[in-house]
């Protein structure tokens, strides 16, 4: 039984608000959709994974996720049409079933697509759903105008499992129509028995700001396997007139000497993430007898530490950075030098602390001969 995953995220998600659409916004260091699509990709179940976007969205996914699936599908006005169109693609070579699944529900797990897939062992079409606990009122205006009776009611939610023949008959004979919710509806419209399995609470829908807040504590409460790595570096002046420090040159009266780019900062933060997940130190990765480093951007060595991170299915909580020299100042620089690392790790910049101190002209930093860097990273992996 070949078993197809297809995650929908075409929609603009305007009632998030800001300027980049919710599926792309940061979870805990990685962008929701990304979430969304590692968790089908490592399932052994799922034999091949499709993701529908809005086609103004290409540069979005390139950076979030082109690495997951290499070619997406254009998506429709609506997210009906969206669908289908990832069906219409799905049908050049079909599977036996299809979980279709919203690319803005990011805390899907393993556990419940395997409750979903055993679901379609037995029926065509299989949707996880919670009961409603809470009493519902009809509101206007904020104005309660009566009550329903909420017996018999639950929330549906996504994966929803279907034969794929079957979802794909009723979403082509389906008439365009804002009213399907999901693709439950349209399936019960075309007569097709749905039943249900259990979902999950936390399985939550990322609409509005405050969900994008409540998906990174329920996030951080399944990492629960902290984390923490130290990292220290130190590089010499030589002649020169700037300094690279967190990817950012600042003018200076002589430059750091180094086999890449010299960023010491960049440096200590390598060896703070690679030593909180036990992959060895910076030199192990990126040796100086290798000349493909010559000169390279440091940002480069951060970022294979994230990336390594971001493949064990963990999370930065936090960089700590001190620095260590006379001479530059850092103050002057020193946001631009927080915000630039925030940027590199998908970080906010309030978890990224940038802090320099000098050692009362004591030793080689106080003699002004090079800086030193002292970092600790805080990284979260699930248990």
């Not at 069906?87 to 409750?115: K, Q």
């Amino acid at each position: 039984m070949s078993i197809a995953a297809l995650v929908v995220a075409a929609g603009t998600g305007d009632r998030i608000g800001g300027d980049v659409p919710k599926q792309y916004l940061s979870l805990s260091g990685q962008p929701v959709l990304r979430r969304s699509l590692a968790t089908f990709a490592a399932h052994p179940g799922i034999d091949a994974l499709f993701v529908v976007i809005n086609a103004d969205h290409k540069y979005l996914f390139t950076d979030a996720a082109s690495d997951i699936v290499a070619e997406p599908i254009e998506g429709g006005r609506t997210r009906q049409e969206s669908v289908l169109r990832g069906l219409d693609h799905l049908a050049l070579n079909p599977p036996d079933h299809v979980l279709i699944h919203d690319g803005a529900r990011p805390l899907v797990d393993t556990t419940l697509i395997n409750r979903v897939l055993a679901g379609l062992e037995q029926y065509e079409a299989v949707v996880p759903a919670l009961p409603i606990l809470d009493s519902i009122k009809r509101v206007a205006n904020r104005r309660i105008e009566g009550s329903i009776e909420r017996r018999g009611l639950w929330r549906a939610q996504t994966p929803q499992g279907f034969s794929f023949d079957t979802i794909y008959r009723a979403s082509k004979g389906a008439p365009a129509n804002d009213s399907y919710g999901d693709d439950a509806a349209v399936a019960a419209a075309a007569g097709i028995e749905v039943m249900t399995v259990d979902g999950d609470e936390t399985n939550l829908k990322v609409t509005l700001p405050s969900d994008l807040e409540l998906a990174e504590r329920l996030l951080l409460m399944r990492l629960g396997d902290i984390r923490v790595g130290s990292g220290f570096d130190t590089h010499r002046f030589v002649a020169g007139n700037c300094v690279r420090l967190c990817g950012i040159d600042i003018a200076a009266d002589a430059a750091l000497a180094g086999h890449s780019d010299a960023d010491v900062v960049l440096h200590a933060v390598t060896d703070a993430l690679l030593g909180a997940i036990g992959e060895g130190d910076i030199g192990s990765h990126f040796p100086e007898t290798d000349d493909r480093w010559r000169n390279a951007d440091s940002q480069i060595f951060v970022a294979h530490a994230a990336d390594l991170i971001r493949k064990m299915g963990g999370a930065i909580g936090n960089i700590d950075l001190t620095l260590i020299c006379e001479r530059p100042r850092i103050a002057p620089h020193r946001i631009a030098m927080r915000d630039q690392l925030a940027r590199l790790l998908a970080l906010t910049p309030n978890r990224v602390s940038i802090k320099a101190t000098t050692t009362e002209r004591l030793g080689f930093t106080g003699r002004g001969e090079g800086i030193a860097v002292q970092a600790t990273a805080v990284v979260r992996l699930p248990i």
